[in-house]
């Protein structure tokens, strides 16, 4: 089992990053060598692989505290970059309760940038997330807010990877579970309900870079975006197509399971080829 490791927003980034008072690097590195002989000593007399996997995990978690530091450090960053990416932005000045509280355009413009500077230290998966776009009141404030909020920084993040080489070998997926109704929500008469419901049946998603065609739009709804009229993309087809660009072939991530063949993209999903570059 793995698990991704959580960045906050306050505090230490990293939960345990600094070592207590009087308690230098050196000494720190010190002690888990003597830790690691001992357990080496061990692990040549038993050949127990739970004691490999200890001196793994002290030694993975030590490089993770040493090179996390200076990962979230955005001091030495070129200032026209951090200028890209809006990190010094003020909210913008709407009421709006739905976009997590003050100082989140600064926070997600830092996010975007922490994204690219994972990934070119060779991190694979980095997903960032903000609550809430669920909209169902307050709609003109509250979608301003996100919207100028995501914006700038998400254009940055794409330009920052293409101008560093990155971006060939990285897909930026911006998406979310489900879209808004292309309608006004009514709720029974409800005077709060002033927004947009959720709308599972047609919505938009952005992909750039790996390997996935620029400027490619896919698929049509009807006049009012209510439903799918042309070329509909199932989760799984999405899925079957981001794990072909990551050199997987889909139908072989099979497993057998009371008597059924069971796959991460289920029975139907298909690569979609027009989306390859």
């Given at each position: 089992?793995?698990?991704?490791?959580?960045?906050r927003n306050k505090g230490e980034p990293v939960l345990n990053l600094q070592n207590p008072a009087g308690l230098p690097p050196e000494l720190q590195r010190k002690g888990l060598d003597t830790l690691l002989e001992l357990n080496q000593q061990r692990y040549d007399?038993?050949?127990?692989?739970?004691?490999?996997?200890?001196?793994?995990?002290?030694?993975?978690?030590?490089?993770?505290?040493?090179?996390?530091?200076?990962?979230?450090?955005?001091?030495?960053?070129?200032?026209?970059?951090?200028?890209?990416?809006?990190?010094?932005?003020?909210?913008?000045?709407?009421?709006?309760?739905?976009?997590?509280?003050?100082?989140?355009?600064?926070?997600?413009?830092?996010?975007?940038?922490?994204?690219?500077?994972?990934?070119?230290?060779?991190?694979?998966?980095?997903?960032?997330?903000?609550?809430?776009?669920?909209?169902?009141?307050?709609?003109?404030?509250?979608?301003?807010?996100?919207?100028?909020?995501?914006?700038?920084?998400?254009?940055?993040?794409?330009?920052?990877?293409?101008?560093?080489?990155?971006?060939?070998?990285?897909?930026?997926?911006?998406?979310?579970?489900?879209?808004?109704?292309?309608?006004?929500?009514n709720r029974g008469g409800n005077p709060n309900a002033t927004g947009r419901d959720h709308h599972p049946f047609a919505f938009t998603m952005l992909m750039a870079g790996g390997g996935i065609k620029a400027g490619h739009t896919y698929g049509e709804t009807d006049?009012?975006?209510?439903?799918?009229?042309?070329?509909?993309?199932?989760?799984?087809?999405?899925?079957?197509?981001?794990?072909?660009?990551?050199?997987?072939?889909?139908?072989?991530?099979?497993?057998?399971?009371?008597?059924?063949?069971?796959?991460?993209?289920?029975?139907?999903?298909?690569?979609?080829?027009?989306?390859?570059?």
């Open positions: 089992m793995y698990a991704g490791v959580l960045f007399q038993f050949k127990d692989p739970e004691i490999a996997s200890r001196i793994a995990a002290y030694e993975l978690a030590f490089r993770m505290q040493t090179a996390a530091p200076e990962l979230i450090d955005l001091s030495k960053e070129d200032p026209r970059t951090l200028e890209e990416y809006g990190v010094n932005r003020k909210d913008l000045d709407v009421k709006a309760t739905r976009g997590g509280g003050p100082g989140q355009y600064k926070s997600f413009a830092a996010n975007c940038l922490l994204a690219r500077r994972l990934v070119e230290r060779g991190v694979r998966f980095v997903s960032i997330m903000h609550a809430s776009w669920d909209h169902h009141s307050n709609l003109n404030n509250e979608l301003a807010y996100n919207a100028g909020m995501a914006d700038q920084p998400i254009a940055a993040l794409v330009k920052d990877l293409k101008q560093r080489g990155l971006l060939d070998s990285t897909m930026v997926v911006w998406g979310s579970e489900f879209g808004r109704t292309p309608l006004g929500e006049e009012i975006g209510w439903s799918i009229v042309k070329d509909p993309v199932h989760i799984n087809d999405f899925h079957a197509t981001m794990l072909n660009q990551f050199g997987f072939d889909h139908l072989k991530l099979t497993h057998r399971f009371q008597g059924r063949d069971f796959r991460l993209t289920d029975v139907a999903g298909k690569v979609i080829k027009d989306w390859i570059a």
